[in-house]
């Protein structure tokens, strides 16, 4: 059984810009792994072959890593 639980966040100024951040970037790489998905050519009906595509991930999302834990 699912449960769907609405909750209203209600940040400081100093959360809210820090989730704001964490979104952004969120979506951003999310953009990334959909060009990156669309242009890996080694498809199999709808399935991609999963070393071609974490191959050509690993190069464009580690520019989002970070040392901050």
């Known amino acids: 059984m699912k449960r769907v639980v609405k909750i ?10 820090a989730l704001h951040e964490t979104l952004v970037l969120c979506n951003t790489a999310a953009d990334v792994v959909s060009r990156v998905a669309q ?3 080694d498809r199999r009906g709808h399935r991609f072959r999963r070393p071609d595509l974490d191959t050509a991930l690993r190069h464009q999302l580690g520019r989002f890593r970070t040392d901050e834990g």
């Open 39 to 41: 242009a890996v050519e």
């Open 8 to 17: 209203k966040l209600a940040p400081t100024d100093t959360q809210a810009r």
